[in-house]
């Protein structure tokens, strides 16, 4: 199967991508399981790169506060956080560290889907704490970077922990 993608913003292409994926036979056999099974894997990914990017916001926040000692200070601009947030390189880390581990997910969809899906979770929480430790290099080890990296992990820690322990995901029996 050939995929191309391509990445744009207000309508100018600055990336595009093509690739080739080698299906399984699970694909040919039963179409739309397969597609059930891939489609939430990919939502899964989403849902975790989401978060690994609002906590990556979250900690540009954090290091844009012009007054560390006063919390509850007014918010920087949004514009500023989002030129802080774009240069860190948490979330192109965490999607590059995924590619792999999706082409092993397809063909071990032939075998155990349940058993492929808890191996593509754990390679969805290993890319993400990849993504997060070049956000927690980025903010720095003074106590400024790492008092902002601890309080802007949480969103990202909430949802592995829900993906890992199966809140939020299809029953088994809606996949079967």
């Known amino acids: 199967m050939q995929v191309f993608g391509q990445l744009t913003d207000q309508g100018k292409a600055f990336a595009m991508r093509q690739e080739s994926y080698t299906l399984p036979q699970g694909f040919i056999d039963d179409p739309k399981r397969f597609y059930d099974f891939v489609n939430q894997a990919l939502m899964d990914?989403?849902?975790?790169?989401?978060?690994?990017?609002?906590s990556?916001?979250?900690?540009?926040?954090?290091?844009l506060r012009k007054e560390e000692k006063?919390?509850?200070?007014?918010?920087p601009d949004p514009g500023d956080i989002r030129k802080l947030a774009d240069q860190i390189s948490?979330?192109?880390?965490?999607?590059?560290?995924?590619?792999t581990p999706f082409r092993a997910y397809l063909l071990?969809?032939?075998?155990?889907?349940?058993?492929?899906t808890l191996r593509w979770h754990t390679a969805l929480k290993r890319a993400a704490y990849r993504g997060w430790e070049?956000?927690?290099?980025?903010?720095?080890?003074?106590?400024?970077?790492?008092?902002a990296a601890q309080k802007s992990k949480?969103?990202?820690f909430?949802?592995?922990a829900n993906l890992l322990t199966g809140k939020g995901e299809q029953s088994d029996s809606k996949r079967e």
């Open 45 to 54: 990914a989403t849902t975790v790169g989401s978060a690994l990017w609002k």
């Open 108 to 116: 071990d969809l032939d075998g155990d889907p349940v058993e492929a």
């Open 56 to 63: 990556v916001k979250d900690l540009a926040e954090e290091l």
């Open 70 to 75: 006063h919390p509850a200070s007014r918010s």
């Open 158 to 160: 909430g949802v592995l």
């Open 134 to 147: 070049a956000a927690e290099e980025a903010a720095g080890r003074n106590s400024l970077g790492l008092r």
């Open 154 to 156: 949480r969103t990202l």
């Open 90 to 99: 948490a979330v192109p880390t965490y999607w590059q560290a995924l590619e």
